[in-house]
């Protein structure tokens, strides 16, 4: 089957086809991501009404590309699937409603994908990883640990009790001058830098549980730049090299919690997706939590760990396949949710006779 899938539900205007075979296995025909970076760079963050105005005006053309590049017509998809939340309101209406009006007119179903679905899953469709999973999921808006057991049937183990660790490293950069989005640049940085130079505190390391903490980390790194004042190059490095490590250290504590705790669950293996998942210290210090475990660790890669609509198009056909194919108009009156957690999601049904 093939699925045409959209995603607008923070900065990036994406469309893409995945075909999936009878044997399950996945293929992205086409993956057309059009990031609206530019747009947000001046105000060091997205803004809400720019990216829902930006995908407005995107979108056509984007799944016109990823039609074109997929060398098929609207009329040759299964079904359409797009991101109903959770996110940015604006640009989740935005993608939905093109969805339904693009299903409307050529007679399919619809599916409307939870975003963080399309994260948790995307490692069937780069490495067909069986369920169950352990599920580090690390973006600018989430971070979370999570028991994936099947499709739609998501354990949450532990969360973030204040930010996100994408938004702890996008304030870093903010704080030490570096350019937007965050991320990358701090991983850049911190390459040249010495991490031990700055003593920065790893919140709820050790304790029990799996949930996380990054708002006193941001305040500390916020302090010691102040005490460091006026910053000089090799200042910046060491304090992205300083705050990086104590966020990794955490991020891997808190994972090797989950993994301790799980009584009955066998995972197959530990799984990170997110935009952070990009970053190779994260990898480097996950893959050695897996070993320890005697896990396989998967990373998806690169282009496939952010914001992409081939994520959403295989949740739908993942859904799609487990209903046979059978959801009729799907989800046509489905409504955009800012809030929709993982734990409310249910495994797919067939559409009422
Ligand atoms: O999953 P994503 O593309 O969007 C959502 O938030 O849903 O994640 C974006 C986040 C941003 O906070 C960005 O700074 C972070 O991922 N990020 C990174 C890296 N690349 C992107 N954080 C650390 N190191 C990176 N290399
Ligand atoms: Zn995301």
């Known amino acids: 089957m093939k699925i045409l899938g959209l995603e607008t539900s923070c900065d990036e205007t994406a469309a893409a086809v995945v075909c999936r075979g009878d044997d399950g296995r996945a293929t992205i025909v086409s993956n057309v991501v059009l990031s609206q970076i530019a747009e947000h760079a001046a105000f060091g963050g997205v803004v809400p009404e720019i990216a829902a105005r930006a995908h407005v005006e995107a979108l056509d053309h984007v799944v016109a590309a990823a039609l074109d590049e997929a060398g098929i017509c609207l009329a040759e998809v299964d079904a359409i699937a797009a991101t109903a939340g959770p996110g940015l309101i604006g640009g989740v209406i935005v993608g939905l409603t093109s969805a339904k009006a693009l299903a409307w007119a050529a007679g399919k179903p619809v599916l409307a994908i939870n975003h963080l679905e399309g994260h ?9 990883t069986a369920f169950p999973y352990l599920l580090l999921l690390v973006s600018g808006g989430h971070t979370q640990l999570v028991g994936v057991l099947g499709v739609g049937q998501y354990e949450r183990i532990g969360t973030t009790i204040d930010d996100a660790v994408g938004e702890a490293f996008d304030k870093t950069a903010k704080l030490l001058g ?10 850049r940085r911190a390459a040249k830098g010495n991490a031990g130079r700055f003593d920065l505190p790893r919140p709820l390391f050790g304790r029990a549980g799996a949930d996380f903490s990054f708002a006193g980390l941001k305040t500390a790194v916020r302090m010691a730049a102040q005490a460091a004042s006026p910053l000089v190059e090799s200042d ?95 989800d046509m009156d489905a409504t955009a949710r800012a809030r929709w957690p993982l734990g409310e999601l249910e495994p797919p049904g067939r559409a009422a006779a």
């Open 120 to 128: 948790a899953l995307t490692a069937r469709l780069t490495d067909a």
């Open 236 to 330: 910046v490095d060491d304090l992205a090299a300083s705050f990086q490590a104590a966020a990794v250290d955490c991020l891997a504590d808190r994972t090797r919690h989950a993994l301790e705790m799980n009584g009955g669950t066998p995972f197959t293996a530990l799984v990170a997706a997110g935009g952070v998942a990009a970053n190779r210290a994260v990898a480097v210090t996950l893959r050695a939590v897996a070993d320890d475990f005697g896990l396989p660790l998967v990373v998806p890669p690169l282009a496939l760990c952010g914001d992409n609509a081939a994520m959403i198009a295989w949740a739908g056909a993942e859904r799609l396949a487990m209903a046979d194919g059978d959801i009729g108009r799907g």
């Open 178 to 187: 570096l350019g937007y989005p965050g991320g990358p640049e701090v991983e």
